[in-house]
């Protein structure tokens, strides 16, 4: 439905049953798809109470409009059993960017918590074990291990302000940062 390009990178989005969902994220430096499974990725969760949504499965696209003036385009996503609307942003110019704004649309109060970006399921390697992962806090963890960061007294934190995916074997990867 919509497609985006740049000199390193190519994405597509798609509407599924009209759910949106990220379906090609393709890197031109690595020569590989990162997208292995378009169904994996939330692009966001949302949590009511014990209850977690995700963006790409739970919330109903009621609107795709052209964004003025770049290249790229604004989502309307509904969660029609709480109200809770979102609005997805999607550009792309030397890098891809990605907003999210939040609006209730319900008769009355709503509180959850957001996760924004979850583009779960990446990978550059030809299988997602050959690929390392860098999170910069702490003093930077470089790993194609799993690993439990903490912080704190023992709290465990989503850091989400910089990832890196880095394939060895093809000599690229990908940068995440969140700006808010």
């Known amino acids: 439905i919509a497609v985006f390009e740049n000199e390193g990178l190519s994405c597509r989005f798609d509407i599924v049953e009209s759910r949106l ?4 994220l393709y890197n031109h430096w ?3 798809e990162m997208v292995r499974n378009p169904g994996d990725s939330a692009l966001f969760l949302v949590e009511f109470g014990e209850e977690r949504y995700a963006g790409s499965r739970d919330f109903t696209c009621s609107a795709l409009t052209a964004a003025p003036g770049r290249h790229g385009f604004t989502a309307m996503l509904v969660h029609q059993p709480s109200g809770l609307q979102a609005t997805l942003s999607v ?8 907003g999210l704004t939040f609006t209730n649309g319900s008769q009355g109060p709503l509180d959850f918590k957001a996760a924004f970006p979850h583009l779960s399921g990446l990978a550059v390697s030809d299988e997602p074990a050959g690929d390392y992962y860098f999170f910069p806090w702490g003093g930077g963890i470089f790993s194609d291990a799993p690993a439990t960061i903490r912080r704190g007294y023992g709290d ?3 850091l989400f302000q910089l990832m890196d995916l880095y394939s060895p074997a093809r000599g690229a990867g990908l940068a995440l940062r969140c700006t808010d």
């Open 30 to 32: 690595a020569d590989a």
């Open 21 to 24: 969902r990220l379906g090609s």
């Open 156 to 158: 465990h934190a989503a």
């Open 91 to 98: 550009w792309i110019d030397t890098e891809l960017h990605l």
